[in-house]
């Protein structure tokens, strides 16, 4: 434990610049808040798009830290915070928007009621990969169209950050889970449990190949625009439930209407936004402990690292799409 007044963080001065390595003052935990020094900052694409400033849907101005995710240990406790103690190994979606600090810094004082005890079957630095992505999934498949066993589950894009761990949430609850990737992709999609789809495949093709004509009983999409257009032409009929974690543009809602099926939206910010739901989250992010520790979740990470100080580097790499997994930042004690 330490009582220096300052700390290292990377800080957005203007949109559309690099950060810039900055000395700040170190926070304090105020009631209901844990100090945590992080460890690691996972980082995601809206990261990114705040950088550019281009994710006013965020309203994270500059100047700010950014970084959505984090995990580290509990430095201290703040006045009413009854479920951690110094030391404990801690994570959660917890900053970087609505003029919260993010975790590009070496420490955060944060609403404890985001945060979940971190799994001991991983390190801090995959565990920082998981909140944003996971918490995204559960309230998609969970929250919204109640994921049964031997339902059958078609996730577009099951590689990626929030796709991997839809995939990896419906094969825990017992769905029979399809996914759409590249050729590249397909160790990865079928590593993780499901059968993997061509995202060339037409998706009139790949529901008469794997939902015998009829459709599948949930459908998640995770990319938004012409892929949510298919989405809806793949949900089962009468009973099908088609998700979007990036349903933001304009949609033509009669291929779902024909099929008498039913839509859900997923916006993750809002417990950091308006403060609601907070406690739900961290209760998420509980659930991602205790698959990760049974050996059922584990983050599909780029192969390169990167320390605090090559947090523009990092952007960099989400920003460009080439990742080929979540990119975290390991942030030094020192």
Known sequence: MTTASTMKALRLDTAGQPLTLATVDRPVAGPGQVLVRIAA????????KIRAGQGGHARQPAPAVLGIDMAGHVEAVGTGVEDFMVGDAVYGMTGGVAGVQGSLAQFAAVDARLLAHAPASMPLSEAAALPLVFITAWEGLVDRAKVQAGQSVLVIAGAGGVGSMAVQLAVSRGARVFATGSVGQKTIIEELGATWIDRDTDIQAAVDTHAGGEGFDIVYDTLGGATLDAAFVAARRYSGHVVSSLGWGTHAL????????????????????????????????????????????????????FVLADGNAALDLVESGRAGGKVVVEIPAG
């Open 254 to 305: 009669a291929p779902l209407s024909f099929r008498a099926a039913t839509y859900s939206g997923v916006f993750t910010l809002m417990p950091l936004l308006t403060g609601k739901g907070r406690e739900h989250h961290g209760e998420i992010m509980a659930e991602a402990t205790w698959l990760a520790d049974a050996g059922k979740l584990r983050p599909v990470l780029s192969t390169q690292r």
């Open 41 to 48: 900052a996972g980082l995601n694409p809206l990261d990114a």
